[in-house]
């Protein structure tokens, strides 16, 4: 018993920052973490476009962003993307001002900008949509972020194999120090998914010539998804 007594409270203080606010059995036992990971191939992208035009006229800078955002939901709607996985946002519009020496008003002109946010369920498509944004007079273009259609099914799979990697760790320390393992008194699970993410051009029009057409096919590497779990578990252990 003393034994198992100390690889209690070994591996209690192991797990001390995991278990600070749970409680623990008083007799015997051993806390073991598990972890896993599932990597997988992304089947949905999200990812959205701007337009931002400057004008003379209020009315001049919102009427061309209209035309782009009227072209690009073309664009969208031709490439299959349903309606529920489009949202454009509002119109926002706003002076720039300066003053000049003499502290009064100067008008450089009028901002306007839009941006149409869009989930691909068809990521093969992304390629031409980001090409037909740059055609419908998009400017502006936001980071696209990659997700699994089965990440509920895949978060329990990896939270599967972590608890299963938790339980072995847990049955070769207790058989360690002479001990089997019992039944298991408290489990605590976490995850972190690690999405791949890429941006189109660092400034995205840094591959489109001055005709609008592109130089070249644009060349990513292929995106990968990690689910990852960790499973925290104490169990009882017996002589």
Known sequence: ???????????????????????????????????????????????????????????????????????????????????????????????????DDEGRRVSNGFSASRTVEFKLRDIGKLNALLDDALAAGMNRFGDTRFTSSRADALRAEARAKAARNATERARELAAGFGAKLGAVYSINSANNDLGARYRYGATSLDRVEVSGTRAQPGRYLKPEIEYNETVTAVFSIQP
């Open 1 to 99: 018993m003393r034994v198992l007594q100390g690889l209690a409270l070994m591996a209690a203080m192991l797990a001390m920052p995991v278990w600070a606010d749970s409680p623990l059995p008083d007799g015997p036992h051993v806390v073991a973490s598990g972890q896993a990971k599932v990597v997988v191939a992304p089947d949905v992208a999200e990812s959205s476009v701007s337009v931002e035009i400057n004008a003379a006229q209020p009315a001049e800078a919102k009427r061309r962003v209209d035309v782009a955002i009227n072209r690009f939901l073309a664009a969208l709607h031709a490439q299959g993307v349903a309606e529920a996985d489009i949202e454009a946002s509002d119109l926002r519009l706003s002076e720039d001002i300066d003053t």
